[in-house]
């Protein structure tokens, strides 16, 4: 069964605090709902589906359903990290073509930068002087990878060195992909980095773990979003532009019991089974939001989307090529997780909302890309630098 | 540029049941892998069975106890000393996550070859590492 045109996006929001330490994490998933639903001319009593990831607060979706007070009769927690909603995007229309559910919510909200969790770097934390990351008792690959100290961004840092090594790659040609983000960013009033970069600034910003430099991350913040995805009978008679979710596909990439290869990611098998699903092929994507928890994880994904041939998504980002209005691929006009938002450490919603605001004309005119019919938002979850799922989504303004 | 090596205090791996016999052997200065003794792939981290075709009939092997550099980073930013993380392939054909330990960390390249050595955790748990050869 396909999904393509069995569902539509219908409400997207993205919360505009980019620190909240006044506000709890279910009062965020609640204004966030509550804007996507408003953006599609909803109310909540019309929710009849609700999806969310680890960033909701409570057992699964309870403690959050609870507290908004839906009536469900669908109801979908699938985890996979940043790229989960993402992931919802694509259950929630498998969903609706099932009949499962007619209004599907999706929300994420955190407060990483309140918290103080980065989650891409170290705080000091007993002996060792390290916080280790434990994803909790039983993980059968802890005892053989956190004394060593792997952290989200040294993994990633490794995935950058292999990349440099196999390919040729550059740190200039990773500084390229910041230097578009905050390009974009600049028109975005609630970026967090709103300056716009030089290859130069980035290259000058300290090292972190080599080869990935401060300016090589994104970075932390409180907020959150939603979507509202529904069936097409309802989307029609709401007043909001149509966007059709043409095709969706989600995989996951591990290390292989240690047959570890780094030069790809899951999103190899995710975006082709997504391109066939829309009937599409990259050279119709006319805007594309791919996840940028860093300036390599986009190069990747790049390459495994099949924008350019693997190996070549350093020279492809070169040069201002994901710039809107000069670049061939406009990407993250919204400054991306780079320099806008990252909420709760997970960029997937955000990738979605962005292609919905260029589908529908909404995004700045300054980076609202001309003719945005067909766009692509896709995200990693975990890290590309031992377990990941990658998620694909393309979507058709009708 | 040079980044000489300092010992860091290293947390205790958090051991599941099964993983116990790899550690005894890291004490006694062995590193040892889990072979298949149906398809004869080896595989790591240690499973109780083969995770290639799911045969129970698994067995620990000295590995050789060399390889070669298949990634790596130096950690600068965070942490109390810098460290030099990596992915290195042994000879036996598995790629582990590692730390390469006892030279500057600045000279670390992808495929250098590499041989194994034992850094003791903060509770003394031997943990195989990587030096070059
Ligand atoms: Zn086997």
Redesign the pocket.
């Known amino acids: 069964m396909s999904i393509n045109g069995k569902a539509y996006i219908a409400g997207a929001f993205e919360h505009p605090t980019r620190k909240a330490p006044d506000k709890s994490t279910a009062q965020l998933h609640a204004e966030c709902a509550r804007g996507a639903l408003a953006d599609a001319g909803l109310a909540m009593q019309d929710v009849d589906g609700y999806f969310c990831a680890g960033d909701a607060p409570g057992s699964g979706g309870f403690s959050v359903a609870n507290h908004l007070g839906l009536k469900l009769r669908h109801i979908d927690c699938t985890e996979t990290g940043g790229s989960s909603y993402i992931v919802h995007v694509n259950h929630a229309a498998q969903a609706i073509a099932a009949g499962k559910c007619n209004v599907a919510l999706i929300t994420l909200s955190g407060r990483p930068r309140s918290e103080g969790a980065a989650g891409t770097s170290f705080s000091n934390q007993g002996a060792s002087g390290m916080v280790v990351y434990s994803r909790g008792m039983g993980v059968p690959d802890e005892p053989f990878e956190l004394p060593y100290g792997s952290a989200t961004i040294n993994m990633y840092a490794m995935v950058a060195m292999r990349h440099m090594y196999e390919f040729g790659t550059t740190s200039e040609q990773l500084a390229w992909v910041k230097v578009a983000a905050s390009q974009h960013a600049q028109h975005n009033p609630n970026a967090m980095l709103r300056e716009v970069l030089t290859v130069k600034d980035v290259l000058d910003s300290p090292l972190i773990a080599d080869p990935l430099r401060r300016m090589d991350c994104c970075v932390v913040s409180d907020g959150g979003g939603a979507l509202v995805v529904t069936r097409p009978e309802i989307a029609r008679q709401l007043p909001r532009p149509l966007v059709k979710i043409r095709g969706a596909a989600e995989a996951l990439k591990h290390q292989m019991g240690g047959k570890v290869d780094l030069s790809y990611s899951a999103g190899a098998a995710s975006g082709p089974l997504a391109f066939a699903e829309a009937k599409v092929t990259p050279a119709d994507i006319k805007y594309a939001s791919i996840y940028d928890s860093f300036t390599i994880t986009v190069i990747v994904q790049i390459e495994d989307l099949g924008f350019c041939k693997k190996g070549d998504g350093g020279k492809f980002v070169a040069d201002g090529n994901l710039i809107s209005g000069s670049g061939k691929l406009p990407f993250n006009t919204d400054g991306g997780g780079l320099c806008n938002n990252h909420p709760a450490n997970r960029g997937g919603m955000t990738k979605v909302i962005e292609a919905v605001r260029q589908l529908r004309g909404e995004a700045h005119p300054r980076v609202q890309v001309k003719n945005c019919d067909i766009a692509l938002a896709h995200g990693t979850g975990g890290s590309l630098g031992h377990r990941h799922g990658s998620a694909t989504v393309i979507l058709e303004r009708e | 540029m040079a980044t000489p090596y300092r010992e860091r205090t290293i947390t205790d791996p958090q051991m599941n049941t099964g993983d116990e016999p790899y550690f005894e052997a890291a004490a006694q200065g062995r590193l040892v892998l889990k072979q298949?003794g149906?398809?004869g792939?080896y595989h790591h981290y240690p499973r109780s069975f083969?995770p290639?075709?799911q045969?129970e009939n698994v067995s620990w092997r000295d590995a050789k106890g060399t390889g070669t550099v298949y990634s790596y980073s130096i950690m600068r930013r965070g942490t109390p000393v810098p460290f030099c993380i990596a992915y290195v392939t042994l000879a036996e054909g598995v790629t582990m996550v590692t730390n390469i330990v006892d030279c500057d960390l600045d000279s670390v390249r992808v495929g250098q070859p590499v041989k194994v050595t034992f850094k003791k955790s903060e509770g003394g748990i031997s943990m195989p590492m990587f030096t070059p050869i």
Do not use: I
Request: hydrophobic share 10%; net charge negative.
């Open positions: 298949c149906d398809c792939e083969c290639f075709c045969s």
